[in-house]
C-alpha cells in the first residue's frame, strides 16, 4: 500500500497558510533557528499548527497546561497564549540539548515566568505531577502513546481538553503492512480513545494528524 505523507495537496497547504492570522516574528525567528540548528526539523508544530494551538488555547483559556514534549518551544509559546491571569504551562522533555534554543525564546517572550521547563522522562515525571490540568499537548515518543494516555486522564479536569500530535502516522494506521512499534502504539492509543466513555474524541487530518479530546 503505497503511503501519502501529505494529507493536502501542496498547493493547498500554501494556500491555507498564507490566508491563516500569521506568525509573530519571534516564533518566525525560532522556527528559521530550528531547522537552522537541528536534526529533525520537521517535529516543530511550525505556523499552521502553532496558529490552531494557540486559538484553541485562546478559548479554552486554561489555568494550567500540560506539555508532554517540549522540543525548541514552538508549541510552548503558542499554547501559553491563551493562559488565563496568573496560569502556567509544564514543559517535559527528556533532551537538555535543547535548553538553550528554548530559553532564548522563553526569555524574549512575556510568557517566561508562566513557562515551567522539567527535563527527564515524562512516563517518570508525570505521576509525581500533584495537580490538575485543563489542558494537555502530547507530543512525545510515540511508542508510549497508550502509557502517556493512562497517566494523563487522571490528571485532568473535567472539561479538560487533550491534543495529541501525530496520530495518523504518515498514514500508516491504516497500512497493513506496518509492523513498527510506533504505528502499532499509535493505532492503540486511537482505539483506546475510540471505546473510552469518559471521553469524546475526533482526530482531524491537520498535518500528520491531530486528535482532540474533551474529557467528560
Given at each position: 500500500m503505497k503511503i501519502d505523507n501529505n494529507f493536502i495537496n501542496e498547493k493547498l497547504l500554501e494556500y491555507i497558510e498564507h490566508l491563516t492570522t500569521p506568525q509573530s516574528e519571534l516564533l518566525a525567528a525560532l522556527e528559521r533557528e530550528t531547522y537552522q540548528k537541528t536534526v529533525i526539523p520537521q517535529m516543530i508544530s511550525g505556523h499552521y499548527q502553532g496558529r490552531l494551538l494557540s486559538l484553541l488555547s485562546r478559548?479554552?483559556?486554561?489555568?494550567?497546561i500540560l506539555e508532554i514534549g517540549t522540543f525548541t518551544?514552538?508549541?510552548?509559546l503558542c499554547l501559553a497564549e491563551g493562559l488565563s491571569s496568573g496560569g502556567k504551562i509544564v514543559t517535559i522533555d527528556k533532551n537538555d540539548e535543547f535548553l538553550t534554543i528554548q530559553n532564548k525564546y522563553f526569555e524574549q517572550s512575556p510568557y517566561r515566568g508562566q513557562i515551567k521547563q522539567i527535563t527527564g522522562n515524562a512516563r517518570e515525571v508525570i505521576p509525581g505531577l500533584d495537580e490538575k490540568f485543563d489542558m494537555v499537548f502530547l507530543d512525545a515518543d510515540k511508542r508510549y502513546y497508550p502509557q502517556y494516555l493512562e497517566m494523563i486522564l487522571p490528571k485532568m479536569k473535567k472539561g479538560g481538553l487533550l491534543l495529541a500530535d501525530n496520530t495518523l502516522w504518515y498514514g500508516k494506521v491504516i497500512d497493513e503492512q506496518a509492523k513498527d512499534a510506533e504505528t502499532a502504539a499509535i493505532k492503540q492509543f486511537n482505539e483506546m480513545l475510540a471505546v473510552d466513555d469518559g471521553v469524546e474524541a475526533i482526530i482531524l487530518p491537520v498535518r500528520d494528524g491531530l486528535t482532540m479530546v474533551m474529557i467528560k
Open positions: 478559548l479554552k483559556q486554561p489555568e494550567k518551544g514552538y508549541a510552548t
